[in-house]
């Protein structure tokens, strides 16, 4: 499953606070509305460096 808030996976079904960010974890059944992308969000996803600030956080958890 993927916190809401922050999209990171978690493997313990009954984890009710995401690790990561902080932000509780809700767990219903009807899929959540799209918010809006902030801009720091759609500069970071368009020139890529979310993708690489995930894979050397999950690098330094190894």
Request: with cysteine; proline share 3%; hydrophobic share 20%.
């Amino acid at each position: 499953m993927k916190c809401s808030n922050c999209d990171t996976d978690y493997s313990d079904s009954n984890q009710t606070i995401c690790e990561y960010c902080g932000s509780e974890l809700v767990k219903d059944s009807k899929p959540q509305a799209l918010r809006p992308t902030s801009k720091i969000n759609q500069f970071l996803n368009e020139t890529g460096l979310k993708d690489l600030y995930q894979k050397i956080k999950k690098s330094l958890k190894e």
